[in-house]
């Protein structure tokens, strides 16, 4: 049987980076060490974590109480009122991605200006609600689907700036950019995408076409990963959706002669290979 693992399956630039800044602190060993949220969305990353003790804050009330500690910013961001809860009694170590950095700056500075924001993305997620709280007025929509760009208005005379989640799927941005600018809004638009993401779902779509089974690798709850899935279930009927091998059932009688493996952006290398190495046993 034939395997074929995308070249861009696994750690992006910036989650590599945010699992590299913690390490660095657990090798201080000093003080000690919290995330705000789940470093990234990985859950078996984050069980090697707390292994070595570093514990995950959920809530701004648990912020407010912490104290000679070190806080690690996860890589999708945070609003602007956190870094105002956090004082000089905790160690402050930003982790944010600079692509969604990038996004921050882009959404003070444009709704500084009056300009109403759409965030092109998953409500909910906690990169958008971190975008959200940079905007400087309440003017902040998020969009992710097109129903929701069917629908939405404001005021007719409104400047509008559009950004996007950086892992949100490209074609989807276009279509939904594409309806707003029929409505006759002045808009200016910021593909904020991660080139990354953009190549990681080319590359998957891709091999999705030209094998009989695809797996997609990554955690429950990212979203990058379950976008991947919905690309690749698009092009090939049997894509199978894990965490880790033993997640992997194959139900249906499939005859596979050729197999696809990509991996989201929160996907260790290691987890990967064991994949690659191993799934011969579950065929």
């Known amino acids: 049987m034939e395997i074929i693992v995308a070249k861009t399956a696994g750690f992006c630039f910036g989650v590599k980076r945010a699992v590299d800044k913690v390490y660095e602190q657990i090798a201080k060993g000093d003080k000690p060490i919290f995330t705000y949220g789940p470093i990234i969305h990985n859950e078996e990353v984050v069980k090697e974590l707390a292994a070595k003790g570093v514990g995950v804050i959920e809530t701004e009330e648990e912020l407010k109480n912490l104290r000679d500690c070190v806080i690690v910013i996860r890589s999708h961001g945070v609003s602007e009122s956190i870094y105002k809860l956090l004082d000089d009694s905790v160690e402050i170590v930003d982790a944010t991605c600079p692509f969604v950095k990038k996004i921050h700056n882009i959404v003070r500075d444009e709704s500084s200006k009056g300009k109403t924001i759409i965030i092109v993305g998953n409500n909910g997620h906690p990169e958008v609600e971190g975008i959200k709280g940079w905007s400087q007025n309440d003017k902040v929509f998020v969009i992710g689907s097109l129903d929701?760009?069917?629908?939405?208005?404001?005021?007719?005379?409104?400047e509008i700036c559009i950004v996007s989640q950086t892992t949100f799927n490209?074609?989807?941005f276009q279509d939904i950019v594409e309806i707003i600018s029929k409505k006759g809004y002045n808009i200016c638009v910021v593909n904020t995408i991660c080139n990354a993401t953009q190549e990681r779902q080319t590359e998957a779509k891709q091999i999705a076409k030209q094998v009989d089974a695809m797996i997609v690798i990554g955690g429950k709850?990212?979203?990058?990963?379950?976008?991947?899935?919905?690309?690749?279930?698009?092009e090939?009927?049997?894509?199978?959706y894990i965490q880790t091998l033993v997640d992997l059932d194959l139900k249906e009688s499939v005859s596979i002669r050729s197999l696809g493996i990509t991996a989201g952006a929160s996907t260790p290398n290691n987890i990967i290979e064991e994949v690659r190495t191993n799934v011969r046993i579950k065929l």
């Open 148 to 158: 929701e760009a069917d629908n939405w208005q404001c005021n007719a005379d409104d």
């Open 170 to 172: 490209y074609n989807k």
């Open 221 to 234: 709850n990212s979203s990058n990963t379950q976008k991947l899935f919905e690309i690749c279930k698009k």
């Open 236 to 240: 090939c009927e049997h894509t199978y």
